[in-house]
Antibody, heavy 124, light 106 residues
Framework: QVQLVESGGGVVQPGRSLRLSCAAS????????MHWVRQAPGKGLEWVAV????????KYADYVKGRFTISRDQPKNTMYLQMNNLRPEDTAVYFC?????????????????WGRGTLLTVSS | IQMTQSPSSLSASVGDRVTITCQAS??????LNWYQHKPGKAPQLLIY???NLETGVPSRFSGSGSGTDFTFTITSLQPEDIATYYC?????????FGQGTRLDIK
C-alpha cells in the first residue's frame, strides 16, 4: 500500500528538542525528494523543508533554519525532522509529503502523496 | 513568492459551480498546484501545473491560468467536496501556499 505515516509528535516545553519520523511504503523511497509541511491550529499549510532523493541537498524555510534538520535513512524508508530549540509558534500538525519527479529526473516541488500528520505542541 | 487566495470561505449548494482564485506576487509560469484537505486526513493533489488533472480525480475539478493569476473550478459541487482547498506555487523555494478556501454546503 502506497502511504506515508508520520510519528513522534507530542507535547514539549519551549527550548526542548523532538524528532519526527515519516515511514514510507509502497514506492521506491530512494527515488523521490521528500518534504515536511506543517499546519498550525486554525491556520493554513506552511512548507518547512525538503530533502533530495539521495539526501545530498536540503533546504529550509527561514523560520526553521538553524533549528530544524531534515534527514533520511534509505534502508529504513524513513525520513526525519530533528527539531531543536522549539518555540510555541512551532505548534502544528506536521505532514510529510512525497515530491513528484519530472521526466528529467528532477523534483517538481509539488506533492502527490501526503501522510495524515503528527501533532506537535510546544507549551510550558 | 506570496500567494493570495480568495475567497477565504465559500458556501454553495449541491450542483453549483464553484470558483476559487489564486494570485502570485511574481510570475510563476504554470507552476501552480491545487490540493483538497479534509480534517484529519491527508491532503490530496487535485490539479498540477495549473491545469492538469491528477490521476483518479473527478473531472468536475479543473484549473486554469498562468503567470500570476490562476483559477480553480468545481463544475457541479458534490457533498463530498466539502473541504479546504489550497493553491501552492512550485516555481521557487521556499514553496508557498495560499491561505486556503474553506468550502461548505449551503
Amino acid at each position: 500500500q502506497v502511504q506515508l505515516v508520520e510519528s513522534g509528535g507530542g507535547v514539549v516545553q519551549p527550548g526542548r528538542s523532538l524528532r519526527l519520523s515519516c515511514a514510507a511504503s509502497g514506492f521506491t523511497f530512494s527515488n523521490y525528494g521528500m518534504h515536511w509541511v506543517r499546519q498550525a491550529p486554525g491556520k493554513g499549510l506552511e512548507w518547512v523543508a525538503v530533502i533530495s532523493y539521495d539526501g545530498s541537498n536540503k533546504k529550509y524555510a527561514d523560520y526553521v533554519k538553524g533549528r530544524f534538520t531534515i534527514s533520511r535513512d534509505q534502508p529504513k524508508n524513513t525520513m526525519y525532522l530533528q527539531m531543536n530549540n522549539l518555540r510555541p509558534e512551532d505548534t502544528a500538525v506536521y505532514f510529510c509529503a512525497k515530491d513528484v519527479v519530472g521526466r528529467g529526473g528532477y523534483s517538481l516541488w509539488y506533492f502527490d502523496l501526503w501522510g495524515r500528520g503528527t501533532l506537535l505542541t510546544v507549551s510550558s | 513568492i506570496q500567494m493570495t487566495q480568495s475567497p477565504s470561505s465559500l458556501s454553495a449548494s449541491v450542483g453549483d459551480r464553484v470558483t476559487i482564485t489564486c494570485q502570485a506576487s511574481h510570475d510563476i509560469r504554470n507552476s501552480l498546484n491545487w490540493y483538497q484537505h479534509k480534517p484529519g486526513k491527508a491532503p490530496q493533489l487535485l490539479i498540477y501545473a495549473a491545469s492538469n488533472l491528477e490521476t483518479g480525480v473527478p473531472s468536475r475539478f479543473s484549473g486554469s491560468g498562468s503567470g500570476t493569476d490562476f483559477t480553480f473550478t468545481i463544475t457541479s459541487l458534490q457533498p463530498e467536496d466539502i473541504a479546504t482547498y489550497y493553491c501552492q506555487q512550485s516555481d521557487v523555494l521556499p514553496l508557498t501556499f495560499g491561505q486556503g478556501t474553506r468550502l461548505d454546503i449551503k
